[in-house]
């Protein structure tokens, strides 16, 4: 019975290969005809530049699952991933998401309209500080 599952779990590590393998085929086909931009991937929406955090959280998934499957068919069942790696993995996703979270925080919704209500605040308080010095100066 431990042949059969063996062999089960080689087959089913091979199907999960070969769909990955096909995922990753796609993507890349995609990125080679335009349609899909490397820069999007890997840059901030708002400012177009580079970010770290994104770059970290991709290269570090690729490398645990390409390790996981390389592991799990070197030993013809799925292996069990330790705990400090996942902790490693949800490091560098929570990174990635309090970037996110700061970015939105600095460049939302929210901060453009604390931004505009100041600016509506300083350009009323100039209008009255015209206005009062108007009265001031008209006999």
């Known amino acids: 019975m431990n042949g059969s599952w063996s062999t089960l779990a080689y087959f089913g590590a091979t199907a999960l290969v070969i769909v990955i393998l096909g995922i990753a085929a796609v993507f890349l086909y995609l990125v080679v005809v335009n349609r899909i931009e ?3 991937i890997l840059a901030e929406p ?3 530049k580079a970010s770290l955090s994104r770059l ?9 699952a390409g390790l996981f499957l390389l592991l799990s068919i070197e ?5 069990t991933i330790p705990e400090s790696v996942l902790w ?28 505009n209500a100041s600016a509506a605040q300083a350009a009323a308080a100039a209008a009255v ?5 108007q009265s001031t100066t008209t006999p």
């Open 129 to 133: 500080a015209a206005a009062a010095a």
């Open 56 to 64: 970290q959280f991709l290269i570090f998934t690729f490398v645990i």
């Open 75 to 79: 030993a013809g069942t799925f292996v």
């Open 88 to 115: 490693l993995l949800g490091l560098s996703g929570g990174s990635y998401t309090l970037s996110k979270g700061i970015a939105a925080q600095t460049h939302g919704p929210a901060a453009r309209a604390s931004a």
């Open 46 to 48: 708002e400012s177009g």
């Open 38 to 40: 490397v820069k999007d």
